[in-house]
C-alpha cells in the first residue's frame, strides 16, 4: 500500500500551517509547565494518613524558552532532575527532544531522547482529546460549529 506523499510544496501548503505550528508550539511549552510544576507532585508517593501538613517540593525551574523565524527551543529539568531542550522546527515540521546530564566527567553526556517528523501530527484535528460538554465528549467538529455559530451571531 503506498502511502501519500508528505513533502508538500510551499505553494500548496495549508494557509493555517503557520498558525497551527504556533498553536502546537505553546500547547508544547504550557505542557512541558505544567509538567515542571506538577511533577514532583505526581512521582510523590501517597502519604499514609497523617495530621502533618507537608509542602509539595517544587524542582529548580531552570525554564527558557526562545525562537526565532524558524527554530523554537525549550529548556527545562525533567522531574528526575536531568536537563531537558526541546527543539522544535517550524518551517520543516520537526521535534527533537535531548537530554543532558552533569556531574563527574564520566557521567557527562547528552542524548537524544526522542525525534520525529510533526507535520502530519498538526493536521490531526484530535488526538487523546478530553474535551467534554455536559459530561459528554465534544469532537472537533462539534466545538468548530460552535465557535462558527457564535462568530456568526455577532
Keep these: 500500500m503506498d502511502l ?28 512541558f509547565a505544567s509538567l515542571m510544576l506538577l511533577g514532583p507532585a505526581i512521582a510523590t508517593p501517597p502519604a499514609q494518613e497523617s495530621t502533618t501538613i507537608r509542602p509539595i517540593p517544587m524542582g529548580a525551574s531552570g525554564m527558557a524558552a526562545d525562537s526565532n523565524n524558524r527554530m523554537i527551543a525549550v529548556t527545562g529539568v525533567d522531574i528526575t532532575g536531568q536537563s531537558v531542550l526541546y527543539v522544535i522546527d517550524s518551517v520543516n515540521p520537526h521535534l527533537a527532544v535531548y537530554q543532558a546530564s552533569g556531574g563527574a566527567s564520566g557521567t557527562q553526556n547528552i542524548k537524544l531522547v526522542a525525534a520525529r517528523r510533526i507535520d502530519l501530527d498538526l493536521q490531526l484535528d484530535g488526538f487523546n482529546d478530553k474535551t467534554t460538554l455536559d459530561g459528554r465528549p465534544l469532537s472537533y467538529q462539534e466545538l468548530e460549529a460552535r465557535f462558527d455559530s457564535e462568530v456568526d451571531e455577532r
Design 4 to 31: 501519500p506523499e508528505t513533502n508538500t510544496p510551499d505553494s500548496i501548503r495549508s494557509p493555517r500551517q503557520p498558525e497551527r505550528v504556533a498553536w502546537f508550539a505553546a500547547g508544547a511549552v504550557a505542557s
